[in-house]
């Protein structure tokens, strides 16, 4: 990964809500330092146990924030997208703890690094940084009730439908490969494999290099809940 403090960091961050609004005395601030680093995918950022330099900022791309379990499986526990915040990054800075996961480059992506000590004094007094941490905070709440959900609710069908369901973009296409699948859900790319097949057979899904395309949407849905129960499935097959 490349890191970099250049007056095109300051500009980038202030393209960004949060920052657009610093007062004068909050920009003097944000230019005692920040960095940004360009992190090719697949790149780990943060390590288990790293203590943390700063507040990370996603400029553009994607991080995914994910633990590992004694087997060595791998569970993802949520993403940050352009223009959010780590918020375990920001808790670490405002807690003196070090980072508790493991944070990784979903694709390409540009973050930038406010050094702890600079996030902190933006946050006593500009109002755009004190409502970023409560978004961010927020977001994980939200963000992790739903996994907690997911997994104590659901079997491995379950929480692979829903996943596919929840990441799929507009035209129903879903860029990950099983392995990548496997590492979101905890579980193995075999499991994975098994569950795909079953859906493909069943026409709700097709597989191609990298990606999974929805063929059938009520279909899949059927996993999470019976079709009696879903409005929308009763309603198409009404007309």
Same mark, same amino acid.
């Given at each position: 990964?490349?890191?970099?403090?250049?007056?095109?960091?300051?500009?980038?961050?202030? *393209?960004?809500?949060? +920052?657009?609004?610093?007062?004068?005395?909050?920009?003097?601030?944000?230019?005692?330092?920040?960095?940004?680093?360009?992190?090719?995918? /697949? @790149?780990?950022?943060?390590?288990?146990?790293?203590?943390?330099?700063?507040?990370?900022?996603?400029?553009?791309?994607?991080?995914?924030?994910?633990?590992?379990?004694?087997?060595?499986?791998?569970?993802?526990?949520? +993403?940050?997208?352009?223009?959010?915040?780590?918020?375990?990054?920001?808790?670490?800075?405002?807690?003196?703890?070090?980072?508790?996961?493991?944070?990784?480059?979903?694709?390409?992506?540009?973050?930038?690094?406010?050094?702890?000590?600079?996030?902190?004094?933006?946050?006593?007094?500009?109002?755009?940084?004190?409502?970023?941490?409560?978004?961010?905070?927020?977001?994980?709440?939200?963000?992790?009730? /739903?996994?907690?959900?997911?997994?104590?609710?659901?079997?491995?069908?379950?929480?692979?439908?829903?996943?596919?369901?929840?990441?799929?973009?507009?035209?129903?296409?879903?860029?990950?490969?099983?392995?990548?699948? @496997?590492?979101?859900?905890?579980?193995?790319?075999?499991?994975? @494999?098994?569950?795909?097949?079953?859906?493909?057979?069943?026409?709700?899904?097709?597989?191609?290099?990298?990606?999974?395309?929805?063929?059938?949407?009520? /279909?899949? *849905?059927?996993?999470?809940?019976?079709?009696?129960?879903?409005?929308?499935?009763?309603?198409?097959?009404?007309?």
């Amino acid at each position: 990964m490349r890191a970099a403090a250049t007056p095109q960091t300051k500009t980038e961050l202030v *393209r960004l809500e949060p +920052f657009a609004a610093l007062s004068p005395q909050g920009r003097g601030v944000l230019e005692q330092g920040a960095n940004v680093l360009d992190c090719p995918r /697949g @790149a780990i950022l943060l390590h288990k146990g790293q203590p943390v330099a700063g507040a990370y900022v996603v400029l553009a791309g994607r991080l995914r924030v994910f633990t590992i379990s004694p087997a060595g499986n791998e569970a993802t526990m949520y +993403f940050v997208d352009a223009g959010e915040a780590c918020v375990l990054a920001l808790n670490c800075i405002f807690n003196d703890h070090l980072y508790p996961a493991w944070v990784q480059a979903e694709a390409a992506t540009r973050v930038a690094v406010v050094p702890g000590v600079v996030y902190r004094r933006l946050f006593e007094t500009e109002p755009g940084v004190q409502s970023l941490t409560v978004h961010a905070l927020s977001t994980l709440v939200y963000r992790l009730m /739903g996994e907690l959900e997911r997994v104590h609710s659901g079997n491995h069908r379950q929480r692979l439908a829903q996943f596919i369901l929840l990441h799929a973009g507009a035209d129903g296409s879903l860029h990950m490969t099983q392995q990548q699948l @496997a590492r979101h859900l905890g579980t193995t790319r075999e499991v994975v @494999a098994r569950l795909v097949a079953d859906f493909v057979s069943r026409g709700w899904l097709r597989t191609r290099r990298g990606a999974l395309d929805i063929l059938d949407l009520f /279909g899949l *849905r059927t996993v999470l809940v019976k079709p009696a129960a879903d409005p929308a499935a009763r309603q198409v097959r009404g007309r």
